[in-house]
């Protein structure tokens, strides 16, 4: 069961950083400084290796927080959300800020990507904390 618990937490925070980059994409790589083509659409895009990367990395993620809020004897949806929220928030978001203001990017790239990982590490804890408590 936690192995499925951490594919199910991993694609739900997959499929919302499909949405929230597709929502924000002219913002984020004029922010990443991502050389677009005339169409708009990144200039020699096309792999599927960063979509390939980002699922194994959600994974990575939602394997941790599972093993986290087992450590920790967190239980529950919401306890379980609210500590998703604090893994993004105070640990990986400070991360990008920190990568970022060394590149020089904008700090609106921050608050893109630091906003995916609060948000994303939030509803990977909510899916987590549905399967058995979170704690299965």
Same mark, same amino acid.
């Given at each position: ?11 739900? !925070? ?10 924000? !994409? ?20 096309? !792999? ?5 990367? !980002? ?82």
């Amino acid at each position: 069961m936690g192995v499925l618990a951490v594919i199910a937490a991993a694609a739900a !925070s997959w499929v919302f950083g499909a949405v929230w980059y597709m929502t924000l !994409s002219r913002t984020w790589m004029e922010a990443a400084g991502v050389p677009v083509g005339p169409d708009g659409k990144p200039a020699g895009g096309g !792999s599927p290796l960063p979509f390939l990367l !980002s699922a194994l990395a959600m994974l990575v993620v939602a394997g941790m927080l599972r093993h986290l809020l087992v450590m920790a004897g967190i239980a529950g949806a919401v306890p379980a959300a609210t500590t998703g929220l604090g893994v993004g928030l105070f640990f990986i978001a400070p991360w990008i800020m920190i990568n970022n203001a060394y590149a020089m990017r904008p700090f609106r790239l921050t608050l893109i990507d630091g906003g995916y990982a609060v948000i994303g590490c939030g509803l990977m804890g909510l899916v987590l904390g549905l399967f058995a408590g979170g704690a299965a």
